[in-house]
């Protein structure tokens, strides 16, 4: 679930994870873009990014990436949503 925190002045993600267990991020917006992404510390203590991008199309594009030791980001995981009629 997406939405803004009056009282931070943020956007922010409640989260399900795997496991059972729930948890808010803050996402980073850019709504020229029309992206959103947010960085936190899986369940073995590795930070990941996970974000999307809705393009003027109409594209849903969402992407979880892991971090290297060396601190460069690779893609782990994209999947592509459009919505039909």
């Known amino acids: 679930m997406l939405f803004f925190d009056r009282g931070s002045h943020e956007y922010r993600m409640w989260h399900c994870c795997s496991g059972g267990h729930a948890m808010t991020v803050k996402l980073d917006v850019d709504l020229e ?9 899986g369940a073995d203590g590795q930070p990941y990014r996970f974000g999307w991008t809705v393009g003027a199309d109409g594209l849903w594009v969402t992407t979880q990436e892991r971090r290297r030791p060396d601190g460069s980001w690779y893609a782990v995981g994209e999947f592509r949503m459009r919505k039909v009629k």
């Not at 873009?33 to 510390?41: L, Q």
Request: avoid cysteine.
């Open 33 to 41: 873009a029309r992206s959103a992404r947010y960085t936190a510390d």
